[in-house]
Every structure is written in structure tokens, then in C-alpha cells.
């Protein structure tokens, strides 16, 4: 995203990036344009980790804030999601108060602010009592409320879970590339859901581009949908059809193992296979089952999300590319990286 904004920067623009740890601040320096002066810091921290000087010179200066530091494992205790996700942006948010010159304050949230909501989630709504799968969603869902709240002129641009580039190329594994890796090794033999449910997946550059789309052309009170969409994403019996299929071509011997595609199972089954895991011993399907029970029961909540704000903003550039005409790529990808490799 800093390379897209230093790019695209105008005569005169500078960009401030505040990176949390020094050795990725010293890295994003060398990667990017004079225009960009890249600031170690951290959110949960007062003056936003930076010393009271630079932090009102920066405050003095910027007319755009694009938040989108936070704490984005599923799987991440509740006091975790808070420190950095709702107590961060509180933090953010006082800052840019304090910016006289402000003319935008773009907040990153993510569709998973739905929770267990189900049906069309609108552009334009929030607030529900639905619940929460895991604790990162309700500390994103909190975050938003925050910012919505604040008299300043905020958009929130709500993403969809990043799977990498349409070419196929994965830059960072997220829960997605890593249950696809699980899948390959047959240790992923159920998956909670409904044949129909929808998984709505983006590529980063797609992402990146409306980001800047969104921040250049600020509407203050508006908030963007940026994903899929219904109509350009993948039913999730699909979508593990279409990884069967890309695992069979890609390593023909998969199906000589006798492995199976995963089952697609009501919320007591997928339950059930924790259950016998911990009762039987198998500490590695004990383990197996952690890791996908933070982010896979989602699939037991149908939706599909409105993107009439996003495409009245961002026009054809805000139309996302077929989830199906990439996934095989992205599949290929994450079966050919080492076991070890994965993070």
C-alpha cells in the first residue's frame, strides 16, 4: 500500500508510514520513494510510540490518515483484539483530532464486523447483536464503532479476507492459504457450512487499488465494501471442488493416497471432531481442529455484501475479478510451499 501512495503521490506530497518494529520500519525506508519518510512506532503506546516532538510535527501536517495497523489472527485472545485493535484506533483517533489540516480519516475495518449475521449486509449498516466467531471480529466491530462515533471526517472501508495476487503469487499466509495446505495433507476432513455459502476472497492488488481509490476521493460518512461481491465469488462447495481438482493436477499422486476432499458439516458435527480428537488423545488433530475452529464456523452465516457505495465511488476499478478464474493459481501456490515455510 506504501509503494501504491508513493507512487502515485503528487508534486510536494509527503507520505508518513509509521512501521511498528525498527528493522520492518529500516526495510519499508529502502523500498520506497524520498517522498516517504517511514516513523518506528506502535499504536497501543502514547504519542503512538514516537517521541512528543515528531508526533505534533506529523499531527501539524497530514490532511490524510489511512489507519489499517491492527491485530488480524483469528485466533487472538480477546485482550489481545483490544489493546491493538480497539484501544489502538482509539489512540489514532486522538490524533487525528489533534490535525488541524485533517480532510480524511481513512479507518481499514473488515466485513467480518457481520459476525454471525446472516442474508445482505449493507454498506451503510452496523450495528447488531448477532455475535461474534472469534474475538478479532468483535474487536474490528468495536474499532468501527469508535471511528463512526468521532466528529471527524471518517470513511471506513470494510475488506475482505486478502489471499494474495491473481496471478497466484502469495506474498503472506493467512488462515485461508493454510487450511488449503491442510486440506492437501488430508487433515482437514470436515469443513462447517452450507454447500451454498458464499466465500467472498479478494487479491491484495485489487485491495490496494480501492484503498487509494476510497482515500483520494473521500466522501466523509460513507463506508465501502471492498470485496467480491456475490456475483464474483465462489460457493463453498465450489470452492473445495475447485481445490480438489487443482491438488489432483498439481501433484497427481493425491488421490493415489486416498485422501478426500473435505466434508461439508452442520456445526455440531464439526464440533464433534474436536471433541473425539481431545477424547481419543490425537494431540495433532487436537491442534488441527484449534486452528481452523477461530475462522471456519463463519461459513455457518451466509452473506453476501452490498457494494453500492464502493462501485458509485470507484466504478469498473472497484469490480473485483472472479474469485474462480485465480483460486486454482492460489491453490497451486500453497501446496508447492514447504510445510515449514508456512506462517
Not at 508518513?16 to 524520498?34: D, E, I, V, Y
Not at 502514547?46 to 490532511?63: I, M, R
Not at 474499532?143 to 503469487?169: F, N
Not at 487443482?246 to 493416497?257: V, Y
Amino acid at each position: 500500500m506504501v509503494g501504491l501512495l508513493a507512487a502515485r503521490a503528487h508534486d510536494g506530497q509527503r507520505i508518513f508510514a509509521l512501521q511498528r518494529s525498527a528493522s520492518g520500519a529500516r526495510a519499508l525506508g529502502g523500498q520506497h520513494s524520498s517522498r516517504t519518510e517511514v516513523l518506528c512506532g506502535d499504536i497501543t503506546k502514547p504519542f503512538l510510540g514516537l517521541t512528543p516532538d515528531c508526533y505534533a510535527e506529523v499531527q501539524a501536517s497530514v490532511t490524510r490518515v489511512l489507519h489499517c495497523a491492527g491485530l488480524t489472527r483469528f485466533s487472538a485472545a480477546s485482550k489481545e483484539a483490544e489493546a491493538v485493535n480497539i484501544e489502538g484506533t482509539r489512540r489514532v483517533l486522538d490524533f487525528a483530532r489533534g490535525a488541524p489540516k485533517l480532510a480524511c480519516f481513512a479507518h481499514v475495518s473488515t466485513t467480518c464486523v457481520a459476525g454471525k449475521r446472516t442474508g445482505t449486509i449493507l454498506e451503510s449498516e452496523l450495528e447488531h447483536a448477532a455475535g461474534f466467531v472469534n474475538a478479532y471480529e468483535w474487536s474490528k466491530y468495536e474499532a468501527e464503532r469508535l471511528v463512526r462515533a468521532a466528529d471527524i471526517p471518517w470513511s471506513v472501508l470494510r475488506l475482505s479476507t486478502l489471499i494474495g495476487d491473481a496471478s497466484g503469487l502469495v506474498r503472506q499466509w493467512n488462515a485461508v492459504h493454510r487450511a488449503v495446505a491442510l486440506v492437501y495433507r488430508g487433515l482437514a476432513p470436515v469443513v462447517p457450512g452450507y454447500a451454498e455459502t458464499l466465500v467472498d476472497l479478494i487479491p491484495d492488488g485489487f485491495a490496494a487499488n480501492c484503498v487509494y481509490q476510497v482515500l483520494e476521493g473521500c466522501r466523509p460518512g460513507r463506508t465501502y465494501h471492498i470485496c467480491a461481491g456475490a456475483d464474483k465469488s465462489m460457493r463453498l462447495d465450489e470452492l473445495l471442488q475447485g481445490t480438489a481438482r487443482t491438488i489432483e493436477s498439481t501433484r497427481p499422486g493425491w488421490r493415489k493416497r486416498a485422501i478426500e476432499p473435505p466434508v461439508i458439516v452442520d456445526e455440531a458435527t464439526f464440533e464433534l471432531f474436536g471433541e473425539t480428537a481431545r477424547d481419543v488423545g490425537n494431540v495433532f488433530f487436537v491442534n488441527v481442529y484449534e486452528a481452523l475452529r477461530y475462522f471456519l464456523p463463519q461459513l455457518l452465516y451466509p452473506k453476501e455484501f452490498d457494494r453500492g457505495e464502493t462501485i458509485a465511488l470507484v466504478g469498473d476499478e472497484g469490480v473485483a475479478p472472479a474469485l474462480g478464474s485465480y483460486w486454482g493459481q492460489i491453490v497451486a501456490s500453497c501446496i508447492r510451499t514447504p510445510w515449514n515455510c508456512q506462517r
